[in-house]
């Protein structure tokens, strides 16, 4: 099993990824993703097999040309989407990616950059390609407390839950 490919630095964040010790295709599927725009999207089948499955919290679709829609509506519903990998590991077919996803919203908090924090587990089929992408992000915390009005009633639940 490969080691965390990023280091803690001095002031206890995490160092960027050391993309030297990922393999060639991982290498190539991060870079995809972080430079990612509408137009690339279409570059999808380079990285998925045909059938491919997917799941997100609100997305659950099993075929290539799905999961690029879904990624293709991004581009629609936030301004400047993007993508940055600090963290990965692989091990076989296994792989694990801890993500920012960066973006600003359309309708309020304008020219304000937000930030998901997430992270993907993808297995890879037999030609290194994603057979299955799942990707884990806390839909409360990371989305709905930022939006006015809900964010304040999901902080005002997590509290009494709490």
Known sequence: MSKSNNTINKTGGLAPLDRQQLSEPLRRLI??????TEQTVADMPRFYAGDAYFKDPFNEVHR????????????????????????AFQSGQQ??????FLFEMKRFKVGQVQCIKGSSHLQLNQNGLVQSHRDYWDTAEELYE??????????????QAG
Not at 64 to 86: G, K, L, S, T, Y
Not at 95 to 100: G, P, S
């Open 31 to 36: 870079d995809f993703f972080e430079h990612l």
């Open 64 to 87: 290539v040309e799905d999961i690029a829609r879904i990624f293709a509506e991004m581009f629609h519903q936030v301004n400047n989407p993007r993508f940055v990998v600090h963290t």
């Open 95 to 100: 792989v694990f990616m801890a993500w920012d």
């Open 146 to 159: 930022k939006i006015p009005m809900l964010g304040g009633l999901m902080r005002w639940l997590k509290k």
